[in-house]
Nanobody, 111 residues
């Protein structure tokens, strides 16, 4: 059984940083494509960042240079380091591995 559990969200001021984690069980993230998505109120879910099985990285244009996706095979955990956060980054953030999704973690950027 595959489970993805996100954590690390919270309230942060503009310009601040957060690191999201996605702990995965039942699936080896080092040989799997893994992605982060987000969904803001009233908007469609959008791809934020991904890492494929060959370790190639890809990002939405809106987060390039500010967000970094990486993974730790020993912990079987996917991460999203988010710097220079802006109010428009406010959303529920989800991790995805194949057809499996986590429950989401809320990120709110506000002064």
């Amino acid at each position: 059984q595959v489970q993805l559990v996100e954590s690390g969200g919270g309230l942060v001021q503009p310009g601040g940083s957060l690191r999201l984690s996605c702990a995965v069980s039942g699936r080896n993230i080092m040989i799997s494509a893994m992605e982060w998505y987000r969904q803001a109120p009233g908007k469609q879910r959008e791809l934020v960042a991904g890492i494929d099985a060959g370790s190639s990285l890809y990002y939405a244009d809106s987060v390039k240079g500010r967000f970094t996706i990486f993974r730790d095979g020993a912990k079987n955990t996917l991460y999203l380091q988010m710097n220079s956060l802006q109010p428009e980054d406010t959303a529920l953030y989800y991790c995805r591995g194949g057809t499996f999704w986590g429950q989401g973690t809320q990120v709110t950027v506000s002064s």
